[in-house]
């Protein structure tokens, strides 16, 4: 079976991934040719592995694949595949991708950040909102959302629940250790950066807020996620 890890950047799906290394022994790959992340940080504390397969290979497999995709909801996809889909806050995960694409020229940062509230393609990672909605609607129950929020705050209690409704034989390993946010930090500091919610507050400017939510599509995902549109 195939299982995708789904997320906008930003959104901890590198934090999913190492959690379901540590916690069940699964090693994940990508949709994409080359894992930049992997590549940065480590096979070994990412869980990566080469892509055993093609799509359709993994999807008739009797064991569960799972692969990292920050892609919107496309053709590779198919209705009966099994998804986790990570959401976090799209003001939160808009800034932190931003910061990293400007981390060796943090004056490239609100140029950065606009053109990526901008982005409007309909195929690959696409607006924010327009990749969670591709994901989430229609709703479907081998779709299972998980918040960043849940994720980050209490690892142990938020992952086991969704990976019981996907793949119910995987088991805890006894030995498992989640690494805590300031020990990936130890690890890569830009990397793994500040990792909370709201972190939007002090780092999106007025302007660009009001073009986040200039957005029809980013309005509809986060309605349909329960962030509150402001109302000044």
């Known amino acids: 079976?195939?299982?995708?890890?789904?997320?906008?950047?930003?959104?901890?799906?590198?934090?999913?991934?190492?959690?379901?290394?540590?916690?069940?022994?699964?090693?994940?790959?990508?949709?994409?040719?080359?894992d930049g992340v992997a590549a940065r940080l480590g096979s070994d504390l990412i869980g990566f592995t080469e892509r055993p397969g093609e799509l359709t290979d993994l999807r008739?497999?009797?064991?569960?694949?799972?692969?990292?995709?920050?892609?919107?909801?496309?053709?590779?996809?198919?209705?009966?595949?099994?998804?986790?889909?990570?959401?976090?806050?799209?003001?939160?995960?808009?800034?932190s991708w931003a910061r990293q694409d400007?981390?060796?020229?943090?004056?490239?940062?609100?140029?950065?950040?606009?053109?990526?509230?901008?982005?409007?393609?309909?195929?690959?990672?696409?607006?924010?909102?327009?990749?969670?909605?591709?994901?989430?609607?229609p709703p479907a129950a081998h779709r299972v959302l998980l918040r960043y929020?849940?994720?980050?705050?209490?690892?142990?209690a938020a992952v086991p629940p969704v990976i019981a409704r996907i793949a119910p034989q995987l088991a805890v390993r006894p030995e498992a250790h989640v690494p805590s946010l300031d020990e990936l930090r130890r690890h890569d500091d830009r990397f793994f950066r500040r990792g909370r919610t709201g972190s939007h507050?002090?780092?999106?400017?007025?302007?660009?807020?009001?073009?986040?939510?200039?957005?029809?599509?980013?309005r509809a995902a986060m309605a349909l996620l329960g962030y509150d549109e402001p109302t000044t």
């Open 60 to 95: 008739a497999s009797d064991e569960p694949h799972f692969i990292k995709t920050h892609r919107q909801r496309d053709a590779d996809v198919s209705e009966g595949d099994y998804a986790i889909c990570l959401v976090r806050d799209g003001r939160d995960a808009l800034v």
């Open 201 to 218: 507050y002090d780092e999106l400017p007025d302007d660009l807020h009001e073009l986040f939510w200039s957005r029809p599509d980013n």
């Open 1 to 34: 079976m195939l299982v995708w890890v789904a997320s906008f950047p930003r959104s901890g799906n590198t934090f999913l991934r190492i959690i379901l290394h540590r916690l069940y022994g699964v090693r994940t790959s990508t949709v994409y040719d080359v």
């Open 102 to 137: 400007s981390e060796d020229d943090p004056a490239r940062y609100e140029a950065e950040l606009r053109a990526k509230i901008l982005r409007d393609t309909a195929v690959g990672t696409g607006s924010w909102g327009n990749n969670v909605l591709s994901w989430l609607q």
């Open 149 to 156: 929020e849940d994720l980050t705050r209490d690892p142990w």
